[in-house]
């Protein structure tokens, strides 16, 4: 740890201020070069701590930066985790207020729901597997707070991984009725075909995505308690997107969730 505890709340502040008067601001690892891993997930971790402190509760967990194509996409290489606050969910068909955002971009993913504790290290596919009700389509909004959208890893990691809001919709299914490795899913943005791909650009698997998370979570003595919703990380680039547009994603036999920007 290179920063007090004094400087990761206020950097907590700082951010969580950004997320919420919609302002963008500088890299923090302008100011704090020497920062590393473990602030910049205190830093995360302290914004949830604000969150609850005001009576919000988590959502879920996400994790980012899990295919090659967001790896691509934001000059990064590495998995990330963050946390979902309960206002950040939106019903399918929402019509997103794009006021309270400073830079959309959106993010087709599959999303999981567990029945078991999931713990790490040594969290293997088959444990995920075996923990794993259902499976949800999901889109992400991701909104990095950062101007221009251009962070490194220990920014982005304690700017939430530019969490934002979620749309959950289509049809839940049963694990053992769904194939998560060659799920297709289609992006649309305002009837135009944008994106396309399959599970398998989630790490070879979206459940290899979860296995992942269970064992960076035991590094801070963290489970996955039973029940939880994850969100499995983009399977495209993210799309940028404007007030007047509306998105669709169509997913391989689990239906379709739409949104659109007002
Ligand atoms: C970081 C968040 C990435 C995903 O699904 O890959 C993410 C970013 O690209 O701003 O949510
Ligand atoms: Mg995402």
Redesign the pocket.
């Given at each position: 740890m290179s920063l007090d505890q004094k400087t990761i709340e206020s950097l907590a502040e700082h951010l969580e201020n950004a997320e919420l008067q919609a302002q963008d601001v500088l890299k923090i690892t302008d100011d704090y070069p020497d920062m590393d891993w473990k602030d910049a997930y205190d830093i995360q971790w302290e914004i949830r701590r604000r969150k609850e402190s005001r009576g919000h509760r988590v959502a879920g967990l996400?994790?980012?930066?899990?295919?090659w194509a967001?790896?691509k996409?934001?000059g990064?290489e590495t998995?990330?985790y963050?946390f979902l606050a309960d206002y950040f969910g939106l019903p399918d068909g929402a019509e997103v207020k794009t006021d309270e955002l400073i830079h959309p971009?959106v993010?087709a993913?599959v999303a999981v729901v567990t029945n078991k504790t999931l713990r790490g290290p040594g969290c293997h596919l088959a444990d995920v597997m075996s923990a794993i009700d259902y499976v949800i389509p999901a889109v992400?909004i991701?909104?990095?707070r950062y101007r221009d959208?251009k962070?490194d890893l220990k920014s982005?990691i304690a700017?939430n991984?530019?969490?934002s809001r979620f749309v959950t919709g289509g049809c839940v299914k049963r694990i053992e009725d769904v194939d998560l490795k060659t799920l297709g899913v289609v992006m649309e943005k305002n009837g135009k075909v944008v994106e396309v791909g399959a599970g398998a650009a989630v790490l070879g698997h979206p459940a290899a995505s979860v296995v992942m998370l269970a064992n960076m979570l035991a590094e801070r003595d963290e489970d996955i308690p039973a029940g939880t919703f994850i969100?499995?990380?983009?399977i495209t680039a993210?799309v940028t997107v404007e007030k007047g547009d509306a998105v669709t994603v169509r997913y391989q036999d689990l239906g379709c969730v739409s949104m659109t920007f007002v």
């Open positions: 996400k994790m980012g930066l899990t295919s967001k790896m996409q934001m990064v998995p990330i963050a971009k993010e993913e992400e991701i909104d990095s959208f962070f982005v700017d991984a530019s969490s969100m499995t990380g983009g993210a």
